[in-house]
């Protein structure tokens, strides 16, 4: 024998001993279709149209042409190999199952796809798979790439589906996809159910327990959350691991309802874990299911409630989210979504309930070419991460937020807080209705014609501001009063009485949260002024001469800020009161701008009386003092403000000695204040 037909047969064992080991590691997937019928037929095989054929082709990958693509090949390659799908005699073929080099677990090879030609199986694969997206039935193809998770999620579905098929060739098609699948699943199969009965699983099964559309517990910041899941993967980068699921919650962005998404982590850790002691774990493993969902959708009534409004005015006590700090807050808050977008960099865009990009997405195509994904780190629990297109819609086309929708709803919501004068985020368990002051106007100490004057004319504002326009449409339509006197005669007490009286958001305009040069202060006062028009705000700008001076040819910023107030209050529809005590020293343009002018006296000794027996005799505190007592008490020279002060001194005291509040703990506190030199019986006591 010569050297060529040595060589030849050298090479001739060695290709046969490649077949040999690929065959064998491969026999299973050749007798996968043993169970349907055996397709003896071969003379009309050409004859049979795409995909009729109940048969496994068996393709490998060949010489790889580039970094992200594989070319399937029907023989072992020995060079490069064309690829073999496209062939008639390929397409014949109910299914195409694509084998690829392995390198794990010592197996040769380990099934990469599977490719679904059959029209049988689209259609049966389109309804085990009815309720995702990105499925089409009529393309030409269908690929479904290991792991196969869709699978085995919906694995219960695709047997009853195949159970319940009568045509014999239909079947066939259908058991055979079905064992291809077992042999594929059947591990993961039976490890997940063994974990699930234990209550455990591992950080590599979590996928598992993840089913897209489930619902998701966790426990944020002390509360019970429940989140719609939307999808989850495994994500690595910077040297970690973690599962990372998109999960949803109901939120309101000022005219309807929506969900908004975020993400929840779970990190790597070894060995088993009980299932309840993840971060985030599927809601119906939850011990007390039906108490905390009872507990939730209690919430999302109170959600709905506070939103059917543009705005909601109650109390607040609690904590509230301030950007990155949190703080405590005991007062008065303005729940308004859409201000809060307008006003701050919050969210603007919610995704509809009926939107289809909410369902489970499948990619049934056979495209490889992907982009390299960047690592973005596991991002901020509640907080959406990367940059995602929000979808706008019309309110009048989102589905109506139904009581099974409920317990979903976010346990936040988004607004102003009058206290700190900030746009934040409160926690809605904290919101309560407001316990109004019905009385505060009766006993606000002014004289009657006063109050009667101030009552008509707010009144009459409240029932016509749409009727009184200017010239120019939307001018003049507010009204402005200033109300002037000495300090602590009740100015400012009658712009809170006159909020309380009409159930309105009060709020307060001080010169340090407007700035002070006149770009803040333009910014800053259009905010406010566009925000109290909208809540029918009474709108306070205490001691006003301070920002409304008369304007000077040294100081231009002064004179801009003065006529940025000129030119924006023109324009304001709504309530503005004004106090000070340096009437003269406000603007001259300015003052002709007020419709109203309320001159406050000092107080006289009957109305002194009155405010110290208003706080003298309160539910709060007893009381022992005799009406000869407020005798020797309205004497004294003090406003009222000063009487509170005197009051609240002399309350703890009495407090701190566990007794009744008593005229000598008033003269104690009259002692070491400043108007001690008006009261001449101070120190002495009563026989």
């Given at each position: 024998?010569d050297?060529?037909d040595?060589?030849s047969?050298?090479?001739?064992?060695?290709?046969?001993?490649?077949?040999?080991?690929?065959?064998?590691?491969?026999?299973s997937?050749?007798?996968?279709?043993?169970?349907?019928?055996?397709?003896?037929?071969?003379?009309?095989?050409?004859?049979?149209?795409?995909?009729?054929?109940?048969?496994?082709?068996?393709?490998?990958?060949?010489?790889?042409?580039?970094?992200c693509?594989?070319?399937?090949?029907?023989?072992?390659?020995?060079?490069?190999?064309p690829?073999?799908?496209?062939?008639?005699?390929?397409?014949?073929?109910?299914?195409?199952?694509?084998?690829?080099?392995?390198?794990?677990?010592g197996k040769?090879?380990?099934?990469?796809?599977?490719v679904?030609?059959?029209?049988?199986?689209?259609?049966?694969?389109?309804?085990?798979?009815?309720?995702?997206s990105?499925?089409?039935?009529?393309?030409?193809?269908?690929v479904?790439?290991a792991?196969?998770?869709c699978?085995?999620?919906?694995?219960?579905?695709?047997?009853?589906?195949?159970?319940?098929i009568?045509?014999p060739?239909?079947k066939?098609?259908?058991?055979?996809?079905?064992?291809?699948?077992?042999?594929?699943?059947k591990?993961?199969?039976?490890?997940?159910?063994?974990?699930?009965?234990?209550?455990?699983i591992?950080?590599?099964?979590?996928?598992?327990?993840?089913?897209?559309?489930?619902?998701?517990?966790?426990?944020e910041?002390?509360?019970?959350?429940?989140?719609?899941?939307?999808?989850?993967?495994?994500?690595?980068?910077?040297?970690t691991?973690?599962?990372?699921?998109?999960?949803h919650?109901?939120?309101?962005?000022?005219?309807?309802?929506?969900?908004?998404?975020?993400v929840?982590?779970?990190?790597?850790?070894?060995?088993?874990?009980?299932?309840q002691?993840?971060d985030?774990?599927?809601?119906?493993?939850?011990?007390r299911l039906?108490?905390?969902?009872?507990?939730?959708?209690?919430?999302?009534?109170?959600?709905?409630?506070?939103?059917?409004n543009?705005?909601?005015?109650?109390?607040?006590?609690?904590v509230v989210?301030?950007?990155?700090?949190?703080?405590?807050?005991?007062?008065?808050?303005?729940?308004?979504?859409?201000?809060f977008?307008?006003?701050?960099?919050?969210?603007?865009?919610?995704?509809p309930?009926?939107?289809?990009?909410l369902?489970?997405?499948?990619?049934?195509s056979?495209?490889?070419?992907?982009?390299?994904?960047?690592?973005?780190?596991?991002?901020?629990?509640?907080?959406?991460?990367?940059?995602?297109?929000?979808?706008?819609f019309e309110a009048?086309k989102?589905p109506e937020?139904?009581?099974?929708?409920l317990h979903?709803?976010?346990?936040?919501?988004?607004?102003?807080?009058?206290?700190?004068?900030?746009?934040?985020?409160f926690?809605?368990?904290?919101?309560?209705?407001?316990?109004?002051?019905?009385?505060?106007?009766?006993?606000?100490?002014?004289?009657?014609?006063?109050?009667?004057?101030i009552?008509?004319?707010?009144?009459s504002?409240?029932?016509?501001?749409?009727?009184?326009?200017?010239?120019?449409?939307g001018?003049?339509?507010?009204?402005?009063?200033?109300?002037?006197?000495?300090?602590?005669?009740g100015?400012?007490?009658?712009a809170?009485?006159?909020?309380?009286?009409?159930r309105?958001?009060l709020?307060?305009?001080?010169?340090g949260?407007?700035g002070?040069?006149?770009?803040?202060?333009?910014?800053?006062?259009?905010?406010?002024?566009?925000?109290?028009?909208?809540?029918d705000?009474?709108?306070?700008?205490?001691?006003?001469?301070?920002?409304?001076a008369?304007?000077?040819?040294?100081?231009?910023?002064?004179?801009?800020?003065?006529a940025?107030?000129?030119r924006?209050?023109?324009?304001y529809?709504?309530?503005?009161?004004?106090?000070t005590?340096?009437?003269?020293a406000?603007?001259?343009?300015?003052?002709?701008?007020?419709?109203?002018?309320?001159?406050?006296?000092s107080?006289?000794?009957?109305?002194?009386?009155?405010?110290w027996e208003?706080?003298?005799?309160?539910p709060?505190?007893?009381?022992?003092?005799?009406?000869?007592?407020?005798?020797?008490?309205?004497?004294?020279?003090?406003?009222?403000?000063?009487?509170?002060n005197?009051?609240?001194?002399?309350?703890?005291l009495a407090?701190?000695e566990?007794?009744?509040?008593a005229?000598?703990?008033?003269?104690?506190?009259?002692?070491?204040?400043?108007?001690?030199?008006?009261?001449?019986?101070?120190?002495?006591?009563?026989?």
């Open positions: 024998m050297t060529s040595t060589e047969v050298g090479e001739h064992s060695h290709g046969q001993q490649v077949r040999i080991v690929l065959d064998s590691s491969s026999a997937w050749s007798e996968l279709g043993s169970d349907a019928y055996s397709s003896d037929e071969d003379d009309s095989a050409e004859h049979e149209g795409p995909g009729q054929v109940c048969d496994v082709k068996k393709l490998y990958e060949g010489e790889t042409k580039c970094n693509c594989i070319n399937w090949v029907e023989e072992i390659p020995e060079d490069m190999g690829s073999a799908e496209e062939e008639s005699e390929s397409r014949r073929h109910a299914l195409l199952i694509r084998l690829r080099r392995n390198h794990s677990d040769p090879v380990a099934l990469h796809s599977i679904i030609q059959s029209s049988y199986l689209k259609s049966i694969l389109g309804q085990v798979f009815q309720e995702y990105g499925i089409t039935t009529t393309l030409k193809k269908l479904f790439k792991p196969f998770h699978f085995f999620y919906e694995w219960h579905r695709l047997e009853k589906i195949v159970r319940e009568d045509d060739v239909r066939s098609h259908a058991r055979l996809l079905r064992k291809i699948l077992r042999s594929e699943l591990e993961t199969i039976s490890l997940s159910n063994d974990l699930s009965q234990n209550g455990v591992t950080f590599d099964y979590l996928w598992t327990i993840f089913k897209p559309g489930i619902d998701i517990y966790t426990f910041d002390g509360y019970d959350r429940i989140y719609r899941l939307q999808s989850a993967q495994y994500v690595s980068g910077m040297g691991q973690y599962f990372q699921m998109t999960v919650e109901i939120d309101c962005e000022g005219d309807g309802f929506g969900y908004q998404w975020k929840i982590p779970i990190h790597n850790f070894p060995g088993t874990r009980q299932i002691d993840l985030a774990f599927p809601a119906s493993c939850h011990p039906g108490e905390v969902k009872e507990a939730l959708k209690k919430r999302g009534e109170k959600f709905r409630m506070i939103h059917l543009p705005y909601y005015y109650g109390a607040y006590k609690g989210i301030d950007g990155k700090h949190k703080r405590n807050v005991d007062g008065r808050i303005v729940v308004d979504p859409s201000s977008s307008t006003f701050t960099e919050g969210v603007t865009g919610l995704i309930f009926d939107s289809t990009s369902k489970q997405g499948m990619d049934v056979d495209q490889t070419h992907q982009p390299t994904p960047q690592y973005r780190g596991p991002g901020i629990p509640g907080r959406p991460m990367g940059c995602r297109e929000l979808i706008y009048a989102r937020l139904t009581d099974d929708m979903l709803c976010s346990a936040y919501v988004r607004g102003y807080c009058f206290k700190i004068k900030k746009w934040v985020t926690h809605i368990d904290h919101v309560q209705e407001i316990q109004w002051h019905d009385g505060a106007f009766e006993s606000l100490v002014l004289a009657g014609e006063y109050k009667k004057l009552k008509a004319f707010v009144e504002h409240v029932e016509n501001k749409d009727r009184f326009d200017d010239v120019i449409e001018k003049g339509q507010g009204i402005t009063m200033l109300l002037e006197g000495p300090p602590g005669v100015k400012t007490l009658t809170e009485a006159v909020s309380e009286k009409l309105r958001p709020y307060v305009m001080g010169a949260e407007l002070a040069d006149p770009e803040s202060v333009e910014e800053s006062l259009s905010m406010i002024l566009e925000a109290a028009a909208k809540w705000a009474v709108l306070l700008l205490d001691e006003c001469d301070v920002l409304l008369q304007r000077s040819t040294d100081n231009l910023g002064r004179n801009s800020i003065v940025i107030f000129l924006l209050l023109e324009y529809r709504g309530m503005l009161f004004m106090t005590n340096r009437v003269e406000i603007d001259p343009a300015f003052q002709s701008r007020i419709h109203l002018t309320i001159r406050y006296p107080l006289d000794a009957a109305a002194r009386r009155q405010i208003r706080f003298v005799r309160t709060q505190q007893e009381s022992t003092l005799q009406p000869q007592d407020f005798l020797e008490l309205q004497s004294v020279d003090v406003n009222g403000r000063e009487i509170k005197l009051v609240k001194t002399a309350q703890l407090s701190h566990k007794v009744p509040l005229i000598e703990h008033i003269r104690t506190a009259l002692s070491v204040s400043s108007a001690s030199a008006h009261f001449p019986i101070v120190g002495s006591r009563r026989d």
